[in-house]
């Protein structure tokens, strides 16, 4: 172990220009010591989430995502929250001991249709974790009161002058801010990058996990930056998004030794092993899709996405199958970070 890993082993911290160092390093030896300190702080246990994408209709514009608004092409739907439930319901059937329910900046879900959805699933005796973009202060203390556990949102980059290109119409401090509003509601907290994103530097990537430390986040996604034609930043693919990716998320597991890190699904578009390579550097979660094909091709975040046509009951097998064979077990627990 050199230098530098050997003291983010030790001390789960690091300067900006040895993250710098790290990232411009092959990764192999990064990838091991993530693995190792991984294997210490959370075991060996992976905790599956089950993924309900509810509905790709959003307001917002984001430069590099299939849903803003603009994308005429992209063929629009909305669950009913009965149906939302159902899906929860067969999730739970499944196994999984957290679900995940995603969305674009829909404004048909009120925060009291929500906060009805949230109540109602927590019936089942689990977890639950929300997805659905900026809200107000009081809206995620409503989600965390009617029984919502945690909430995702990426920052996505902290190169401030980026975000703003990325984003038109919102505003880099807001975010920031929604973070720390969700953090003081009580919910897990949960944020994260892309990489690769045009003009974005290594430099910024180190910021981004400095940024994660500071939060104290409980949870950090990351995933490689995928063209998507219908967009402006429509192009090819960088394949070496998929290394920085890797190597950003085993740099957030030196630093944040104990939080929960997904093996993301975009990793798995650009790599045909993306999560076990993931699984292998790192990362402690698996977010599988439970909802039917039709629903599943039509969120078009980004293009090639994996298992479209696969039926949720075979992800949940396959996944699992991966999962043993790399000497790892699927977890039964509802996974919350705990602090080490
Ligand atoms: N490629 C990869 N990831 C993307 N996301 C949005 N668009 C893309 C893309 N083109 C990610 C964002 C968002 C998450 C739900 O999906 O980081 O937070
Ligand atoms: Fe969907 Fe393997 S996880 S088919």
């Given amino acids: 172990m050199n230098n530098i890993l050997k003291k983010a082993y030790t001390e789960h911290n690091l300067s900006k220009s040895e993250i710098i160092t790290l ?22 246990g ?12 959003c307001k917002r514009e984001c430069k590099y995502c299939g849903l803003r608004a603009p994308n005429k092409n992209a063929d629009r739907y909305r669950l009913k929250p009965d149906e939302i439930i159902e ?30 959805i949230i109540s109602e699933i927590k019936k089942f005796d689990i977890a639950l974790t929300l997805s659905i973009g ?64 045009p003009e974005q530097t290594v430099e910024d990537l180190a910021d981004d996990i400095l940024f994660f430390k500071e939060l104290d986040a409980d ?37 944040l030794p104990d939080i929960n890190i997904p093996a993301t699904t975009a990793m798995e578009t650009i790599n045909p092993m993306g999560r076990i390579i993931a699984l292998n550097s790192g990362a402690n979660v698996v977010m599988p899709n439970i909802l039917d094909s039709e629903y599943k091709i039509k969120y078009e975040i980004y293009p090639n996405k994996i298992c479209l046509n696969e039926h949720s009951g075979k992800c949940r097998n396959c996944i699992e199958g991966k999962i043993k064979s790399i000497g790892r077990f699927v977890s039964d627990t509802k996974g919350f970070h705990k602090r080490v």
């Avoid at 411009?24 to 075991?43: I, M, W």
């Avoid at 905790?47 to 790709?56: A, P, Q």
């Avoid at 059937?93 to 879900?109: A, P, R």
């Avoid at 703003?164 to 929604?178: F, S, T, V």
């Fill in 219 to 255: 949870m950090i996604g990351i995933g490689p930056f995928i063209p998507h034609p219908d967009t402006p930043l429509s192009g090819k693919l960088n394949k070496e998004n998929f290394d920085f990716a890797l190597k950003m998320m085993a740099i957030v597991r030196l630093l």
């Fill in 87 to 116: 899906y929860a319901k067969k999730g739970v059937e499944l196994g999984y001991k957290t679900i995940v329910l995603q969305s674009g900046e829909d404004s048909f879900y009120t925060t009291e249709k929500l906060c009805n």
């Fill in 134 to 197: 900026e809200k107000t202060k009081e809206e995620y203390q409503a989600f965390k009161d009617a029984g919502a556990d945690r909430y995702l949102l990426r920052i996505e980059t902290t190169n401030k002058t980026l975000y703003q290109k990325m984003h038109p119409n919102m505003n880099y401090e807001n975010r920031k801010q929604c973070l720390y509003n969700i953090k003081d509601s009580g919910l897990e907290v949960g944020s994260g990058s892309l990489v690769g994103l």
């Fill in 46 to 57: 992976v905790h599956l989430r089950g993924l309900i994408e509810f509905s790709n209709i």
């Fill in 23 to 44: 990232l411009n390093s092959d990764g192999k030896e990064l990838y091991k010591t993530a693995d190792k300190v991984r294997q210490e702080f959370v075991g060996d």
